[in-house]
């Protein structure tokens, strides 16, 4: 496979492969949902979807059209909903004499024709991901929609133009039932609504319009072009109310695009665009700004101009234009940003120092082998527009003219906790310890290591063992690392989610010494189930909010699980409108075959689980005639003994283009009579068989 291809350059970057989208090269926003790339056209009027389940051979598989004359260059996608947005192709309607007019002025002053377009949301089913069906439009007079934030949840935050606006502005939708999305709230800055007597102020600039907000939790922060960015309280998501405006144009150029807030570190990375060809109105920046307290935001530094060559010299834009944006299922880091720079194309940027942030690698794609460019007098240069960086490091660059480019970093070892691997496929097996529950730690690991397995998932019960013993903490961390089997998940102390009083305070407690012992082992995935206690589920969203906050400090993900055996958390439904209610983008699913299938939502029963929010699964087999008045079952059977519907179950977890461990449990005491070398051998071959039965491709 070559690493480069000729006419490009490149640091720490890996060729993997290019696609010229079905013949529609112009690409702007690019999601992954279900090992399948969606990406919004510039020109072309409608968006196309490509199957990159084998990065070396992508295929486009569908291009959904938008109506006549109107651009769908913007999406979000949640579960297996996507949401377009619709508005006119400006540049096919011939509405511009130069790029840069498109700058200098409000859409209200510089838009005018009497050709049809659409105007609004539209939104489409892609369960199956071939074959997208649109469910609803929502119109909404005036210029249309520019771009969308929603990651699930009731509300969407859309950049929209209004009749009588002088441009685009926030409309907060609710999407609760995608099949009929409503307007549910507004916001624009003072000045913006010409049909109510609003005149703008110097401040706006040429041009003032919001290009996106991106929520964080109760706060969101938005881009607004030449009138700077804003941030917003949003625990009211339709009635949002402004903490802070801040606005670095003039003395700089204005145009703040893209609004990256960086929860964990109480960080905003903001990336103004550049404008203009040959850099005619100064370099644009990418700003990191100190938002630790949202009402007073202080610029603390920008991210390195790259300097390989004169890009300023090269031809049409230089600079900024959008960031990979850290959504739920994607890449999630706060050291790294990905970056693309226009002619300068993708760039990586390391900012554990956010003072110093370093730049650690880039590739510059050669020039476009044709020009569909609708604007006047196009260049023949690479314009990177979008990136979007999946769970295993691999990233999906756009261009207006070039295609699709996927592409791996390939940075040092170090970074590899940020960075997922090619590596990373369907099928990769973990031992849970329970099903080896009277094994010393050391043996364990051993054998899961002979055995086959990939991976350990671990307890706090099996560190809590190892204290017992007279382990320290550190010395239970060296044991695990000299092992030489990762960690893939860690289990938390059961028994946050309903306690209270002290009890609570302890296990929150223990709670942050496990991120802090995942982060030690390089695990990024911590799981917890109900255990003994119980209480009311509205108290069970309030603490897994609290939990959320916690994990999300230490960068990692948590799946919960619920018990068929447990008084309140015992079905998927309540599992549901428990993550649901929290609405914690790192909180999500985990699923339990055993435990599933108990409670009678077996075989495809997750089918309504957004894939990107399955963040864990567990296994072992159930017998016909289970034990009752247990709430912790150890009668589970190894895979293929029971009555798990294994091809329905493991056949729709591959569907969902799931990469995360299959981890066996399966506690009995049977098995912890036997050699624990044995249960683990036994467990490989077990489940290879079945997968191999589920899932047609699978190879070990």
């Known amino acids: ?399 207006t003219n070039a295609g699709l480019y996927i592409l791996q970093y390939e940075g040092h070892s170090r970074d590899k906790r940020s960075t997922r691997r090619m590596t990373e496929k369907f099928g990769r097996l973990a031992l849970h310890m329970w099903t080896i529950d009277t094994t010393p730690l050391a043996t364990a690991l051993d054998a899961a290591k002979q055995g086959g397995f990939d991976a350990v998932e671990l307890r706090r019960t099996d560190f809590k063992r190892c204290f017992d013993a007279g382990m320290s903490n550190a010395q239970v961390l060296d044991l695990i690392r000299k092992s030489g089997i990762p960690c893939g998940v860690l289990g938390v102390e059961y028994g946050w989610l309903f306690a209270t009083g002290e009890e609570s305070k302890r296990l929150f407690k223990v709670f942050r010494e496990s991120c802090e012992n995942a982060v030690a082992l390089g695990c990024n995935m911590l799981m917890s189930a109900p255990g003994q206690v119980q209480g009311p589920i509205k108290d069970a969203i309030k603490y897994l909010r609290e939990a959320g906050d916690i994990a999300a400090e230490y960068k990692l993900r948590l799946a919960i699980e619920f018990n068929s055996q447990h008084d309140v958390l015992n079905s998927l439904g309540v599992l549901t409108e428990l993550i649901e209610g929290a609405n914690k983008p790192n909180c999500g699913y985990l699923i339990d075959a055993y435990h599933f299938t108990r409670s009678g939502a077996g075989g495809r029963g997750f089918e309504s689980v957004p894939a990107d929010k399955i963040y864990c699964f567990q296994y072992s087999d159930l017998s016909p005639n289970p034990v009752t008045g247990v709430r912790r079952p150890t009668d589970r059977l190894p895979p293929g003994k029971g009555i798990v519907k294994w091809r329905e179950m493991l056949g729709l977890l591959a569907e969902k283009g799931y990469t995360g461990y299959l981890s066996y449990e399966a506690p009995n005491p049977e098995q912890w009579a036997r050699s624990p070398y044995d249960v683990a051998r036994e467990g490989v071959e077990l489940t290879k068989q079945l997968l191999r039965d589920a899932v047609p491709g699978y190879v070990s």
Request: hydrophobic residues 40%.
């Open 1 to 399: 496979m070559p690493t480069l291809v000729p006419g490009a350059s490149a640091k720490n970057i890996r060729f993997v492969s290019r696609c010229d989208q079905g013949g529609r090269p112009d690409g702007v926003q690019v999601i992954l949902h279900k090992g399948h790339a969606f990406i919004g056209h510039m020109f072309s009027d409608g968006y196309s979807v490509v199957d990159v389940r084998d990065p070396l051979h992508p295929q486009t598989v569908a291009f959904v059209a938008a109506p006549k004359n109107t651009r769908s260059h913007h999406l979000q996608i949640h579960g297996d909903v996507l949401l377009a947005v619709n508005g006119p192709n400006i540049w096919a309607m011939q509405q511009y004499a130069s790029q840069q007019d498109y700058y200098g002025k409000s859409l209200i002053d510089s838009v005018k024709t009497e050709q049809p377009f659409a105007a609004g949301l539209r939104v489409f089913d892609i369960s199956k991901p071939a074959c997208p069906r649109e469910i609803a439009f929502l119109d909404m007079p005036g210029f249309g929609a520019h771009r969308i934030w929603w990651v699930g949840g009731r509300y969407a935050y859309v950049s929209v133009h209004f009749e009588g606006f002088i441009d685009h502005a926030l409309a907060v939708i609710d999407v609760s039932d995608p099949t009929k999305p409503t307007l549910a709230g507004r916001w624009w800055l003072p000045g913006m609504n010409r049909a109510g007597g609003e005149t703008p102020p110097a401040s706006f600039g040429k041009r003032a319009a919001l290009h996106h907000l991106i929520s964080a939790g109760n706060l969101g922060f938005a881009s607004w072009r030449d009138g700077g960015f804003t941030i917003h309280d949003i625990s009211d998501p339709p009635n949002p109310k402004l903490i802070s405006h801040r606005n670095f144009a003039p003395p700089f150029g204005g145009g703040a695009h893209t609004p990256l807030p960086l929860p964990g570190r109480k960080l905003l990375v903001l990336a103004d665009e550049a404008t203009s060809a040959n850099c005619a109105n100064g370099l644009a920046y990418t700003w990191l700004i100190d938002v630790r307290e949202p009402s007073n935001p202080i610029s603390i530094a920008t991210l390195p101009t790259p300097a390989e060559e004169d890009f300023c010299a090269k031809g049409a834009k230089f600079g900024p234009h959008n960031l990979h944006e850290n959504r739920p299922g994607s890449m999630q880091t706060e050291d790294l940003i990905f970056a693309t720079y226009h002619n300068a194309g993708l760039r990586i940027y390391d900012i554990r120092d956010a003072f110093q942030p370093k730049q650690i690698g880039y590739f510059v794609p050669p020039a476009p082998e044709k020009i569909v460019d609708q604007r006047p007098n196009p260049a023949k240069v690479i314009q990177s527009c979008d990136v979007f960086v999946d769970k295993e490091g691999l990233m999906y660059l756009t261009d």
